[in-house]
C-alpha cells in the first residue's frame, strides 16, 4: 500500500541512508557533516520536496528567529533610514522583528526592556537608539548580565560591545576641509543637539579641520538645533546675526540644512558665491533642493544591514560552538558628494 501524507524527516534519513540527527545537522547548518554527506540529504529533500515545519525547527534548535530593536528618533531621516535596512535585512535572513520605539530614555528601564524581549524568546538585540547624554552608562552593570548577543548602533567605541557605526568625525572633516580648500576662512557650524554622540562627533570634525588649517574657533562661530528643518532655520538666524563675516556653513544634517538655503536665499544670499553649504546624510531629496545641497552620505540603510549580519552570525556562532564571540568596532566610511550649493 503506497504511503500517504507529508514527507517527513525520518523519510529523508531512510532514502539518503543517514540517521535522522544527521538530516537535522544539515537542516541547521550544523558545521559537523561531511561535504558529501550534507549535498547527498539536500538532493534527497529536493526529490521528496520535503519541507521541514519552521515552528518544529525553531523549537529544536532553541530559537525564535526572532530580533529585538530598540530605536527612536524615527521622525528623523537617520533613524527611520536604519531600521529600513534592519527590517530589509532581517527579512531576507528569515527573521522576524521585536520593535521598541523609546520616547525617551531612563536607564531604570533598561531591565523591564531586556526582560520584554527575552519574554518573547527574542535570539539577540539590536540597539539602535542614539546614544544620548549619559544612556550608555548602564552597560557596565547591565550589559556583563546579558546572555543573549546585542549589537549597538552609532555609538563611541566600549570595551566588549559589538557597535557598527558611520564615521561622523571624518565625515564632518572632509566637508569642512572642502570648503576651506574652496577659498573660504570663515566657515561656521550649526551642531545637531549635543546630547547625541553623532552631533558631537560632527562637531568635533569641524573644529579639527579648521584648527589644523590654522584658522581659528570660537563660540560665536557655531550654535545648534534639534535636526529639524524648523529649528535649522532658528539657529541659522541665529548664527548670521553673531557671525555676520561667515561665508560657508556646514549644517549637522540635511533636514537643517534645507531651512538654511531657504533662509539665505530669502536674505538676498547667493549660494554658493555668498554661503557655501554643506549637509550632512546624503537624503535622496537633497539632490533635488535648490540648488541641489552638497553633503556627506551616510550608507544608513547599509549600517542595519551589516547591524543584522553580524547578530546573526553572533547567534549562529553562539549556538553552534557555544563560544564568546569576539566584540568588533565596525566603522562605515561616509562619501561626501559635493553639489551647486558648495
Not at 48 to 77: D, E, I, M, W
Not at 118 to 143: C, M, Y
Not at 239 to 266: C, H, R, T, W
Amino acid at each position: 500500500m503506497a504511503k500517504t501524507g507529508k514527507t517527513t524527516i525520518y523519510d529523508v534519513a531512510e532514502k539518503a541512508g543517514v540517521s535522522r540527527q544527521t538530516v537535522s545537522r544539515v537542516l541547521n547548518n550544523r558545521q559537523d557533516v561531511s561535504v558529501e554527506t550534507r549535498k547527498r540529504v539536500k538532493q534527497v529533500m529536493a526529490e521528496l520536496n520535503y519541507q521541514p515545519n519552521a515552528v518544529a525547527q525553531s523549537l529544536s534548535r532553541h530559537k525564535s528567529y526572532l530580533f529585538g530593536v530598540v530605536t527612536a528618533g524615527l521622525k528623523y531621516f537617520g533613524p527611520s533610514r536604519t531600521l529600513s535596512g534592519i527590517t530589509n535585512k532581517a527579512e531576507e535572513l528569515g527573521y522576524g522583528l521585536l520593535l521598541k520605539e523609546l520616547e525617551s530614555f531612563n536607564s531604570t528601564n533598561v531591565i523591564p526592556l531586556l526582560h520584554w524581549f527575552k519574554s518573547h524568546q527574542a535570539d539577540g538585540i539590536i540597539w539602535a537608539a542614539p546614544e544620548i547624554e549619559d544612556n550608555r552608562k548602564w552597560l557596565t552593570d547591565v550589559f556583563p548580565l546579558i546572555d543573549i548577543p546585542i549589537i549597538f548602533l552609532t555609538m563611541e567605541e566600549q570595551k566588549d560591545v559589538t557597535i557598527v557605526t558611520t564615521d561622523n568625525f571624518s565625515g564632518a572633516k572632509a566637508a569642512v576641509e572642502h570648503l576651506i580648500h574652496s577659498g573660504h576662512k570663515h566657515i561656521g557650524h550649526i551642531a545637531g543637539p549635543l546630547s547625541w554622540w553623532e552631533a558631537r562627533q560632527r562637531k568635533g570634525g569641524w573644529e579639527t579641520a579648521l584648527t589644523e588649517h590654522g584658522l581659528g574657533v570660537n563660540e560665536r562661530m557655531w550654535t545648534q538645533g534639534n535636526w529639524s528643518s524648523k529649528s535649522g532655520k532658528i539657529a541659522f538666524l541665529e548664527l548670521v546675526e553673531k557671525y555676520p563675516e561667515m561665508d560657508a556653513i556646514f549644517v549637522g544634517n540635511d533636514q537643517m540644512a534645507l531651512s538654511v538655503l531657504q533662509s539665505s536665499l530669502e536674505m538676498g544670499k547667493k549660494i554658493p558665491q555668498d554661503l557655501a553649504v554643506i549637509g550632512f546624510d546624503g537624503m535622496p531629496e537633497s539632490e533635488f533642493y535648490c540648488p541641489s545641497l552638497s553633503t556627506v552620505y551616510q550608507n544608513q540603510d547599509e549600517l542595519g544591514r551589516i547591524a543584522v549580519a553580524e547578530l546573526v552570525s553572533q547567534t549562529e556562532e553562539n549556538y553552534l560552538e557555544n563560544k564568546i564571540v569576539e566584540p568588533k568596532y565596525i566603522t562605515i566610511q561616509p562619501e561626501l558628494i559635493i553639489r551647486q550649493s558648495s
